[in-house]
């Protein structure tokens, strides 16, 4: 059964607290809002993309002033945009409720079928790319409890897309693209529904193996998940937000005043700091301390808010209209006061794995410490021999990273570890050259 929305867009400065508003009506923009999906994806406050049923995507290049209609019909007749993925103004992915998977790669002029097996899904729920090359795809089983979940990878821009989870974890997202989320190429989240009892599972290595995390300690269900690396990661439902600092190993839950659903949750990405925004149907809520505590923006609570997404800390994308009306509008607030953002203070020392995993010639390492202290890493070889020490010094309580760059040395496997604190953490990584 379709649903029924309006799509916003909304900008703002920083996080803030309002007090007045402005709505305007961007009707006669291109839109054919009878066309409208609920897929929406934004490159910055310039470029974004909304899927459409009837096999037509609606792209705006300034800002929502003027939104073109592009129809793709005639590459792939009647399919409903599910998700879409902008990684840059040109290029485009749409995943489709009839199974497909369609790119752009000239901003929506022309489109082209990059997957349809209907032999192993009928039904493409999520697509992210993390840029024109790599990116994850997820379609429903074909039989629920017989079949699994079809998670699809591509390193090619689209070119293959290949099956590679091969374990039985989980049948369906339940609302499309809401319950599944990677973080990158090898870590991603899915909350299993249908199941019972419902799971919520977290791969390491890109989607071939699904281990069940400690989600079922909150006992409820999630009606929409996002992480923001590995550790970090929301789940909302009604007017209940979890929240886990550890990648799904414990779990905390505090309550916020909005009795909707949980449709959205989008991470407000700034220079030294961190701040989450989820929408409810009627509310969008923020947090600056990691979901401690939160403020809410009631002034769409009529319009019914579907899905949101922020390319910058200044502007958010929205989509609305459930129970209402569709329509296109945009909205301009004057600020009142700003939500301070905080750094992020985790509640463990913790070592995430390296990535890209296998690398080459350089990878990344993130770590968090729960307070200021002496912080070592070294690198060492499979004899245990020094390679090098990337960080050894006093570090504040927070969330880490540095990057190892592995130039001179030869392929091979390779351990790092973190000394902080009286405790120590090691980790294997992989050069490949």
């Not at 073109?68 to 399919?79: E, K």
């Not at 997957?115 to 992210?128: A, C, G, L, P, S």
């Not at 090619?156 to 990158?184: K, L, Y």
């Not at 002034?299 to 209209?321: N, Q, V």
Request: hydrophobic share 35%.
């Amino acid at each position: 059964m379709k649903r029924y929305f309006t799509i916003i867009l909304i900008t703002f400065i920083s996080i803030p607290v309002f007090s007045q508003y402005q709505w305007v009506d961007q009707t006669n923009n291109g839109f054919n809002n009878n066309s409208i999906d609920y897929s929406i994806d934004a490159y910055d406050s310039l470029n974004a993309v909304v899927g459409g049923y009837y096999s037509q995507a609606f792209i705006t290049t300034d800002g929502g002033n003027n939104w073109m209609t592009y129809d793709f019909s005639t590459v792939a007749d009647s399919q409903d945009a599910i998700d879409a993925s902008m990684p840059d103004p040109n290029h485009i992915w749409l995943a489709t409720e009839q199974g497909m998977i369609l790119n752009s790669t000239n901003g929506g002029v022309s489109w082209q079928i990059q997957f349809n097996d209907t032999n192993i899904t009928k039904n493409m729920d999520y697509v992210e790319m993390f840029d024109s090359t790599n990116g994850v795809a997820m379609g429903d089983a074909l039989t629920f409890g017989a079949t699994s979940a079809v998670i699809l990878k591509t390193t090619d821009g689209g070119a293959h897309w290949n099956s590679v989870n091969t374990q039985s974890f989980g049948g369906w997202s339940g609302d499309e693209w809401r319950r599944i989320d990677f973080v990158n190429m090898n870590v991603g989240y899915f909350f299993e529904s249908g199941g019972n009892p419902q799971k919520l599972y977290k791969t390491t290595d890109g989607g071939a193996h699904w281990d069940t995390t400690n989600y079922s300690q909150v006992d409820t269900y999630s009606m929409v998940l996002k992480f923001y690396d590995e550790n970090i990661g929301f789940s909302y439902n009604y007017d209940k937000i979890h929240y886990t600092l550890d990648g799904g190993d414990s779990w905390t839950t505090v309550s916020i005043n909005d009795q909707g659903w949980g449709m959205d949750i989008a991470f407000i990405k700034k220079a030294g700091s961190f701040n989450v925004a989820v929408a409810g149907n009627g509310t969008i809520s923020f947090s600056a301390d990691t979901g401690k505590t939160w403020t809410a923006d009631s002034t769409l609570k009529e319009k019914g808010i579907y899905a949101i997404r922020y390319p910058d800390s200044k502007h958010a994308w929205a989509i609305t209209g459930i129970g209402g009306p569709r329509g296109v509008w945009y909205q301009k607030y004057d600020v009142v006061a700003d939500l301070k953002s905080r750094d992020i203070i985790p509640d463990k020392f913790t070592l995430s794995q390296n990535y890209p995993n296998p690398f080459n010639p350089s990878t990344k390492i993130r770590y968090s410490l729960p307070q200021k202290g002496f912080v070592t890493i070294k690198v060492f070889d499979m004899l245990g021999r020094d390679v090098t020490n990337l960080i050894n010094e006093e570090q504040n309580a927070g969330q880490h990273e540095v990057n190892f760059k592995a130039n001179n040395l030869p392929s091979g496997i390779y351990f790092y570890r973190i000394t902080a604190g009286g405790s120590a953490i090691t980790k294997k990584m992989i050069l490949l050259k």
